[in-house]
């Protein structure tokens, strides 16, 4: 069974902090990793991420993906209030349509 | 304007009413699914679509149905709806065609809040 474990679950910071959000994942024939971000409403595409070590960047955000630790990070510098959201990660399987998304991080910025 | 559109996008039912929560998307995109958000779980898949009239389930199928008789469509189906489906249910839709194309973006509807009492 596919697996996404996101890391921490909740994260509490003060704008302009750095941030690291973490996920691993166990996915049978891997696809590609999807990052969304959630505020009071339907998630948001972030980055799509299918190559080890290409780091894909928008604006502040950035990700990267390790093919080899089964890993990817999503990084935000000078954090906003206005990134306080939920940031899932996904992980898609090649052979079939399956998305595995993993339980997600709370972040919240605080002024 | 590109979109998935879902309705009812509040429904307060009672257990055993069979409902439909429709979703429909106008971006031509042939992979489609369903999904439910419950508070600390993520969005857990319950079914998808690969094309019109291809369907399989995801990790939690029980109690739900579906049908892709249309590209654009792909209604859930609760036949007997029970308190445990209480959720927050999302449709995305996505190209998804080749591996390395790209096109795994999956563009979410705007949510249908369940309460089964």
């Known amino acids: 069974e596919d697996k996404v474990v996101q890391s921490p679950l909740s994260l509490v910071v003060h704008e302009g902090d750095t941030v690291t959000l973490n996920c691993s994942y166990e996915?049978?024939?891997?696809?590609?990793l999807l990052w969304y971000k959630q505020e009071k409403k339907a998630p948001t595409f972030l980055f799509m991420l299918?190559?080890?070590?290409i780091e894909k960047k928008s604006g502040r955000l950035s990700s990267i993906l390790d093919k080899k630790e089964l890993s990817s990070i999503l990084n935000i510098t000078a954090t906003q209030t206005g990134d306080s959201a939920i940031y899932l990660c996904?992980?898609?399987?090649?052979?079939?349509?399956?998305?595995?998304f993993g339980d997600g991080t709370t972040l919240t910025v605080k002024p | 304007e590109a979109q998935v559109t879902q309705n009812p996008r509040y429904l307060i039912t009672v257990t055993g009413k069979k409902l439909t929560v429709t979703c429909s998307q106008n971006?031509?995109?042939?992979?489609m699914s369903w999904y439910r958000q419950d508070p600390g779980l993520g969005l857990r898949q319950i079914y998808y679509?690969?094309?019109?009239?291809?369907?399989d389930k995801g990790d939690v199928p029980e109690g739900y149905k579906v049908s892709r008789k249309e590209k654009r469509n792909f209604p859930l189906i609760l036949e007997s709806p029970s308190p445990n489906q209480t959720s927050l249910y999302f449709c995305?839709?996505?190209?998804?065609?080749?591996?390395?194309?790209?096109?795994?973006?999956?563009?979410f509807g705007p949510g249908t809040r369940l309460t089964v009492l």
């Open positions: 995305a839709s996505s190209l998804r065609r080749g591996v390395g194309s790209g096109t795994d973006t999956q563009y």
């Open positions: 996915v049978t024939n891997f696809r590609s």
């Open positions: 299918t190559s080890s070590g």
């Open positions: 996904a992980g898609l399987n090649t052979n079939a349509g399956k998305s595995t």
């Open positions: 971006m031509n995109h042939e992979y």
């Open positions: 679509s690969m094309n019109v009239e291809v369907t």
